[in-house]
């Protein structure tokens, strides 16, 4: 049986043109093309009432927490920054639950984008709000090329789980304007951007989190080292 990989579902608070739905519970296509080419199978979770987290936990063994809104700044103990993005809290506290279910368990976890700051937050770390906060940034780190293509390059730690996989100096695509602040005690930054951003986390006591700042599920198909990061949580999950 191929590992059972969960996607807690992204909400499309707007009136879809089906039935005109509202809230509407989505994962992003590429990201399940991902998991199946990795021989994963995929496994979306709608937001729910967070209590009821740890009745999803026996039906995945490995999650992937994905992009989307920013992360309400009240969880670690910050107002909102004039430059912060859409936020939607409902989804937020479902994650946050999901994510401590799934530590509990010993369960693979990936996360991408929002889902790198939501696992550092969730943990006990924090994030810029914007990355006009940050006084390292001087890349743009919200591409104007197409988001299936690379536009700067990260620096990987050597010892660390996801040198083996993309190697020293990959090239990666950057769709984001926060970036992790202070990390959590249980992680560690393992790849950076040449302003100092941190791309890449992975926690400090076993190989249960990995998470990245870029997106490869928008460039899977053509570039081998995206398509690593997904076969790894695969191999996670199946022990």
């Given at each position: 049986m191929r590992p059972r990989i969960a996607i807690p579902a992204d909400t499309l608070t707007e009136a879809t043109n089906i039935i005109?739905?509202?809230?509407?519970?989505?994962?992003?296509?590429?990201?399940?093309?991902?998991?199946?080419?990795?021989?994963?199978?995929?496994?979306?979770?709608?937001s729910i009432d967070p209590a009821l987290a740890a009745d999803y936990r026996d039906l995945f063994d490995g999650i992937i927490f994905a992009g989307g809104a920013d992360v309400d700044p009240t969880f670690f103990g910050e107002?909102?920054?004039?430059?912060?993005?859409?936020t939607y809290r409902k989804r937020d506290l479902f994650e946050i639950a999901l994510l401590k279910e799934a530590v509990h368990a010993g369960k693979a976890i990936m996360g991408i984008c929002r889902g790198m700051q939501l696992i550092n937050i969730a943990l006990g770390g924090s994030v810029y709000q914007d990355l006009s906060e940050d006084p390292r940034k001087t890349l743009k780190h919200a591409q104007a090329a197409p988001g299936n293509l690379p536009s700067h390059h990260v620096t990987v730690e050597e010892d660390s789980r996801i040198f083996q996989l993309v190697g020293r100096r990959p090239y990666v695509n950057s769709r984001h304007h926060q970036a992790l602040h202070e990390i959590a005690p249980a992680l560690r930054v393992t790849a950076m951007a040449d302003d100092q951003v941190p791309?890449?986390?992975?926690?400090?006591?076993?190989?249960?989190?990995l998470a990245v700042q870029?997106?490869?599920?928008?460039?899977?198909?053509?570039?081998?080292?995206?398509?690593?990061?997904f076969a790894d949580l695969i191999q996670r999950a199946a022990q």
């Open positions: 005109n739905e509202r809230n509407a519970a989505f994962a992003p296509r590429p990201l399940i093309e991902a998991i199946v080419k990795s021989g994963g199978l995929p496994v979306i979770l709608p107002e909102p920054h004039q430059a912060l993005g859409p791309e890449a986390v992975e926690s400090f006591a076993n190989d249960r989190i870029w997106h490869p599920e928008n460039m899977f198909k053509h570039y081998d080292y995206s398509q690593r990061l």
